[in-house]
T-cell receptor, first 118, second 111 residues
Framework: NAGVMQNPRHLVRRRGQEARLRCSPMKGHSHVYWYRQLPEEGLKFMVYLQKENIIDESGMPKERFSAEFPKEGPSILRIQQVVRGDSAAYFC????????????????FGPGTRLTVL | SQQGEEDPQALSIQEGENATMNCSYKTSINNLQWYRQNSGRGLVHLILIRSNEREKHSGRLRVTLDTSKKSSSLLITASRAADTASYFCATGDTGRRALTFGSGTRLQVQP
């Protein structure tokens, strides 16, 4: 059973370009989470999605950032018009909803995408 | 302190010694989880302790949770050089599925 997969592992963009980060959850998992980690810091929650639905986007910047989890295919985190401050590691996690609504399940993390904005 | 704040920020010990890391949080939680991150890598889930549990063991790991003090500790016994990593606590807050991470403890185990 493959774990959470993310690609690309490293992404370099120039200021103003778009960045697309992909995440395939573990088999059987229908919940996807995106987190951002700045150097020497912990992870900060960005968005939580289920298939075709954004459930919690309280951690997403209001502009330039968007996420989707279509019925078919991976979840995509999209950053438009990147700036140097977007340079970070972006981690995706997935979970299988075994707990009751509103409770946290164990989340399994992918290896991350390291975005560098020149 | 921030939600899920770890203490100490950095810890250096000799192989064979025990390592203890602490975590404090502020909100009401369903559970608290500990993760390990090797340099430049993803996170590995270590252990989850629910809010109605006080102590949990997994191999060389022992986790305690004190909800009255809003704190948790992670003990790694008989440490090995391979335990060198950053360790993060993450809280599953009541009513939310997202995890709130602390800033981590960087553990260095000297061979």
């Amino acid at each position: 059973n493959a774990g959470v997969m993310q690609n690309p592992r490293h992404l370099v963009r120039r200021r103003g370009q778009e960045a697309r980060l992909r995440c395939s959850p573990m088999k059987g998992h229908s919940h996807v989470y995106w987190y951002r980690q700045l150097p020497e810091e912990g992870l900060k929650f960005m968005v939580y999605l289920q298939k075709e639905n954004i459930i919690d986007e309280s951690g997403m910047p209001k502009e330039r950032f968007s996420a989707e989890f279509p019925k078919e295919g991976p979840s995509i985190l999209r950053i438009q018009q990147v700036v140097r401050g977007d340079s970070a590691a972006y981690f995706c996690a997935s979970s299988s909803p075994t707990a009751s609504s509103g409770s946290t399940d164990t989340q399994y993390f992918g290896p991350g995408t390291r975005l560098t904005v020149l | 302190s921030q939600q899920g704040e770890e203490d100490p920020q950095a810890l250096s010990i000799q192989e064979g010694e025990n390592a203890t890391m602490n975590c404090s949080y502020k909100t009401s939680i369903n559970n608290l989880q500990w993760y390990r991150q090797n340099s430049g890598r993803g996170l590995v889930h270590l252990i989850l302790i629910r809010s109605n549990e006080r102590e949990k063991h997994s191999g060389r790991l022992r986790v305690t949770l004190d909800t009255s003090k809003k704190s948790s500790s992670l003990l790694i016994t008989a440490s090995r050089a391979a335990d060198t990593a950053s360790y993060f606590c993450a809280t599953g807050d009541t009513g939310r599925r997202a995890l709130t991470f602390g800033s981590g403890t960087r553990l260095q185990v000297q061979p």
